[in-house]
């Protein structure tokens, strides 16, 4: 595979694994505002849909691609803007991984909530809580790894 075609299939993933997270967070919070029980479990379905579509396979293919056009470029992982963006992805990788897990619990809870004619339980929005706060930390680590990857700041 040429440098310029790894290139655009990077960046074209870093741009669906983008745009698929803040979508996702955006109606997903938007339903939860709402306080209809089935619009949310609704919207809960989706967003651990899209999660699973095309998170999880940009989520792969981000860390593979990048150090494979590093090592096609010749910059070694040690280079300062490489090390930099690999360690905000690993830290918005460690807010993630439970924000999947509250995703797909939220998702059944409010599944079994509007199935029930009930209102959700104070244990979804605890989780609802904890769900947004952990996205903070891994949107601005993403978009500082935007940053860095555009600029390829090299210390100099």
């Known amino acids: 595979m040429t440098y310029l075609t790894l290139k655009t299939l990077h960046l074209l993933s870093m741009v669906l694994l983008f745009g ?3 979508g ?16 949310i479990a609704a919207t809960n379905r989706h967003v651990v849909l899209a ?5 999880t396979p940009t989520v792969i ?3 593979i691609s990048g ?17 930099a963006s690999l360690g905000l992805y690993a830290l918005a990788g460690m807010c993630w991984l439970p924000v999947v897990w509250l995703q797909i619990r939220m998702k059944n809870i409010a599944s079994d909530a509007a199935h029930r004619n009930i209102p959700l339980p104070d244990r ?3 989780m609802a809580r904890l769900w947004f706060w952990l996205g903070v930390p891994a949107f601005i680590a993403m978009v ?5 990857m555009t600029f390829k700041y090299t210390g100099g």
Do not use: C, E
């Not at 999660?51 to 998170?55: A, E, G, I, R, S």
């Open 144 to 148: 500082l790894v935007v940053a860095l």
């Open 51 to 55: 999660d699973w579509l095309f998170t």
């Open 20 to 22: 698929t997270g803040l």
């Open 24 to 39: 996702s967070a955006f109606y997903k919070w938007m339903a939860d505002r709402s306080g209809n029980v089935a619009h």
């Open 124 to 126: 979804y929005w605890r």
């Open 67 to 83: 150090v494979w056009l590093a090592t096609l470029a010749g910059w070694p992982l040690t280079t300062p803007w490489i090390a």
């Open 61 to 63: 293919f981000q860390p």
